[in-house]
């Protein structure tokens, strides 16, 4: 007596596992790339044609206010809401950058802001030997 086996092996993969996993990683990334930007005050950079593809770990960003009068800027660290007086940013960013192998900090300056003001910063880069990196917006 011949038994036949009524079963047949498929052939065919489940696609729903493999939807599932490219909709998480969607949504990751979704959610990692609003991280990506540390400045969080609305500043109008300048513009500019050559872009640094180098990654920053202290960002300063400095805003006019020229309203209040024609020097009035406030400066932030990492995109802090809260205004840092001019002289407590050498040592917070010393602190920030201590012990780090290739030390850079970036400058997000308002596209008013008076040029002492941005080169005030980079003499405090100067002095400690870090890399400064002028942050723009692509032309």
Same mark, same amino acid.
């Given at each position: 007596?011949?038994?036949?086996?009524?079963?047949?092996?498929?052939?065919?993969?489940?696609?729903?596992?493999?939807?599932?996993?490219?909709?998480?990683?969607?949504?990751?990334?979704?959610?990692?790339?609003?991280?990506?930007? /540390?400045?969080?005050?609305? =500043? $109008?950079?300048?513009?500019?044609?050559?872009?640094? @593809?180098?990654? #920053?770990?202290? *960002? %300063?960003?400095?805003?006019?206010?020229?309203?209040?009068?024609?020097?009035?800027?406030?400066?932030?660290?990492?995109?802090?809401?809260?205004?840092?007086?001019?002289?407590?940013?050498? /040592?917070?960013?010393?602190? =920030? $950058?201590?012990?780090?192998?290739?030390?850079?900090? @970036?400058?997000? #300056?308002?596209? *008013? %802001?008076?040029?002492?003001?941005?080169?005030?910063?980079?003499?405090?880069?100067?002095?400690?030997?870090?890399?400064?990196?002028?942050?723009?917006?692509?032309?």
């Amino acid at each position: 007596m011949a038994i036949k086996r009524s079963t047949k092996v498929d052939a065919g993969i489940s696609m729903s596992s493999m939807t599932d996993i490219v909709f998480l990683l969607l949504i990751f990334f979704l959610v990692t790339s609003t991280l990506v930007n /540390p400045n969080a005050l609305k =500043l $109008l950079l300048p513009k500019s044609t050559g872009q640094v @593809s180098a990654k #920053a770990t202290v *960002s %300063v960003s400095i805003k006019h206010y020229p309203e209040k009068g024609p020097d009035v800027v406030s400066y932030h660290i990492n995109g802090n809401q809260k205004p840092v007086a001019f002289s407590e940013i050498e /040592p917070a960013v010393q602190e =920030l $950058l201590e012990g780090q192998e290739d030390p850079t900090f @970036s400058i997000y #300056a308002d596209e *008013s %802001v008076p040029v002492k003001e941005v080169v005030a910063l980079m003499n405090i880069a100067k002095r400690n030997r870090y890399k400064v990196i002028m942050a723009t917006s692509p032309e």
